[in-house]
């Protein structure tokens, strides 16, 4: 007879939800939630999990099973411990709470044809055979609902659930879980980008490996990703605060739109200012795609369609971009000057990068080029290089102040 582990988490990335749920809540904070909303869930035509269990033959591992489970009774795969879900952000997240209590509020109770089914694998346990434990992958926001409308009692939910493979490492069971999570977070607009990035990376998605594997080459993390998967010394790593135009893998975004070698010297240039001279530990997305463009036109083209030779090598445009930022943040008699590598980010009247960067780099780029090339006469739009530069300008107001920038 198979049964349900329900005193302890099978794995060290499962927390209880009803236990979490109760370290945020006190009874005392129950109180003003006491006969507030009431709860209409009536399950008693379902099977419970236990009865799934007791009863338990060949056929049934290789099926779904509509059942009843005690919230008590189930566990999550947290993410801040390697799991995939986000049973934790749920109720501490102030957004995730306001929206609960607004559901609570618009139908005046648990609502159980709203709430519907929720989504669950029993994992076996590693060791005993015929052992299993409730692993919720869709539903955290429900369970809080529902628990705030009981005053925090355990109460049964409706939760669609499949069995594991047993045998097989912890790793795989949270990669398949992860693809679970992910396909229903992709059409949820309550996951946010970490979320659906860790949850994406959980389940081995191409993209969000990609973009794993390219952070971990240049020693950047992501909301603490990198010491969740124990990455020696990554704690110690500039974080980047999104993954705008990163996530999306090989060949998207802004691989697609600059070049992937160009993206990697962007990192790696900003990476060097970043612990040489500005000393910013969290940087954005947007001073990588600064650098991408830079490296992209100006590495690559020079001053006619026909020149053989770029306006920069990677090292002159690297020099000039660290120079920059050293003149930047230089003492003097007036000061200290202060230029960040944040001072690129998008803002909410710009978010066109090439106009970022003509605002930020001109004239001193031209001046340093005529310098480095020993030349009286810098280059303007009539430029090859300018020209194709402008082209990524996509505002058309912004791009006629740009030519006057860069002309």
Not at 104 to 128: E, G, I, V
Not at 162 to 178: C, M, N, S, T
Not at 342 to 361: E, P, Q, R
Request: glycine share 6%; net charge neutral; hydrophobic share 35%.
């Amino acid at each position: 007879m198979a049964m349900l582990v329900t005193d302890k988490a099978l794995y060290p990335d499962l927390i209880r939800n009803f236990e979490e749920f109760h370290k945020v809540y006190l009874p005392e904070d129950l109180l003003k939630f006491q006969g507030k909303w009431g709860d209409d869930s009536d399950y008693s035509n379902y099977r419970t999990i236990e009865d799934l269990l007791e009863n338990l033959t060949e056929d049934d591992l290789y099926k779904p099973h509509t059942v009843t489970v005690d919230i008590k009774d189930i566990f999550s795969s947290e993410k801040s411990l390697g799991g995939c879900d986000r049973p934790l952000w749920t109720i501490t997240n102030q957004s995730a709470i306001n929206k609960q209590l607004e559901s609570l509020n618009r139908h005046k109770k648990y609502c159980s044809r709203s709430a519907q089914t929720l989504s669950a694998m029993l994992r076996p346990h590693p060791t005993k055979e015929g052992l299993w434990q409730v692993v919720k992958f869709i539903g955290s926001n429900r369970l809080a609902m529902k628990l705030f409308a009981n005053g925090g009692r355990s109460t049964r939910v409706l939760i669609l659930v499949y069995f594991h493979e047993p045998g097989l490492p912890q790793k795989e069971y949270i990669k398949r879980e992860a693809e679970l999570h992910t396909t229903d977070a992709g059409d949820r607009s309550g996951q946010n980008e970490e979320q659906k990035f860790a949850s994406g990376f959980r389940a081995q998605r191409p993209n969000e490996v990609y973009a794993y594997e390219h952070l971990k080459k240049h020693e950047f993390n992501y909301k603490g990703i990198m010491q969740q998967e124990g990455v020696e010394g990554s704690e110690n790593w500039i974080s980047i605060r999104s993954l705008q135009g990163i996530k999306d893998g090989r060949g998207n975004g802004i691989f697609k739109k600059y070049g992937e070698k160009y993206v990697d010297r962007a990192f790696e240039t900003t990476k060097r200012i970043a612990l040489e001279i500005t000393k910013e530990e969290v940087l954005g997305a947007s001073p990588i795609e600064s650098f991408s463009l830079m490296n992209h036109i100006f590495t690559q083209y020079g001053k006619t369609q026909s020149s053989i030779k770029p306006l920069f090598t990677p090292q002159e445009l690297e020099d000039f971009l660290i120079k920059f930022f050293e003149e930047g943040n230089r003492d003097s008699v007036f000061g200290k000057k202060v230029l960040m590598i944040n001072d690129l980010s998008k803002t909410g009247s710009v978010k066109d990068i090439a106009y970022i960067c003509g605002h930020t780099f001109w004239p001193e780029i031209v001046k340093y080029w005529m310098s480095i090339n020993g030349k009286q006469i810098g280059f303007s739009t009539d430029c090859y290089a300018i020209q194709k530069f402008l082209d990524f300008c996509s505002d058309k107001h912004l791009k006629k102040e740009l030519r006057s920038i860069v002309a």
